[in-house]
């Protein structure tokens, strides 16, 4: 066969064209790991990996399936890019998440590329097993896991608000929790240590620390006694007389009698 017709049977449905994606798959991937595997403080890498992509792959696309196919592997790179992109990410999840919020960057990053590669679900099972290898173990002390899970709520609310992640990937963790005898201990403490992730996240989201609501109780229900707005004398005066000439109502016996 001539070049041409190597070119143009390169770009169709042929045999040759498995042999190209999984080559152009492979020495992206291998680029998009090498660049940014472990790095998660710069939120700017996948500019570079485009402009790599239309500085290397495409002219050597373009000159092994000939212009008439360029259009059609281009945008097929694009979509390559943003896969993995995202798979790099998954498979250091959990670093994302113990390194929160020095790896904000990262996360910021990663998040709206879901919707475009659809990897919703797959996000959601990496994580999950993740969690579960390295966290959800007896190695683990319970305080640890809680402070990973405290992690994982806010890392994924950054990549998914909607909570639709964080419902998927909670619930093992939760489940694992309570099974723990030292969950609870380990939960009173933090909400007491004004320095602890949980005490903290409360006072963020404007939750009244535990003696803010003693002190309010005990300003309005002081002694069991008055409406909670320190005016006793005042209800008091504000009460109605009794009526000395109240009398009770008569049986029902004697009303249905009467009705009769």
Not at 40 to 53: A, E, H, M, R, S
């Amino acid at each position: 066969q001539s070049q041409s017709q190597q070119q143009q049977t390169t770009g169709g449905s042929c045999f040759l064209a498995p042999i190209l994606a999984t080559t152009l798959h492979t020495s992206l991937s291998a680029y998009v790991h090498d660049t940014m595997d472990g790095e998660f403080d710069v939120d700017d890498f996948l500019p570079g990996i485009q402009q790599w992509k239309d500085e290397t792959l495409v002219p050597w696309v373009s000159a092994v399936v000939g212009s008439d196919s360029t259009d059609h592997w281009t945008t097929w790179l694009d979509h390559l890019v943003l896969d993995c992109f995202v798979h790099c990410r998954m498979a250091e999840l959990f670093d994302l998440i113990a390194d929160y919020p020095d790896s904000l960057p990262a996360v910021l990053e990663v998040g709206p590329l879901l919707n475009p590669t659809q990897l919703h679900s797959a996000f959601s099972r990496a994580l999950q097993q993740s969690l579960c290898h390295r966290l959800l173990h007896p190695g683990a002390a319970t305080s640890q896991i809680i402070d990973v899970y405290m992690n994982t709520i806010k890392v994924l609310r950054h990549i998914d608000p909607s909570d639709r992640l964080l419902q998927q990937v909670a619930e093992p963790v939760r489940t694992y929790l309570r099974g723990r005898p030292d969950t609870v201990r380990c939960i009173i403490t933090n909400l007491t240590d004004q320095d602890a992730d949980l005490y903290q996240e409360l006072r963020r989201q404007d939750a009244k620390p535990l003696e803010d609501t003693m002190n309010n109780n005990q300003l309005h229900f002081g002694g069991g006694l008055g409406n909670g707005n320190g005016n006793d004398e005042n209800d008091e005066e504000e009460e109605e007389e009794p009526d000395m000439n109240w009398m009770p109502p008569p049986p029902l016996s004697k009303q249905r009698a009467a009705f009769f």
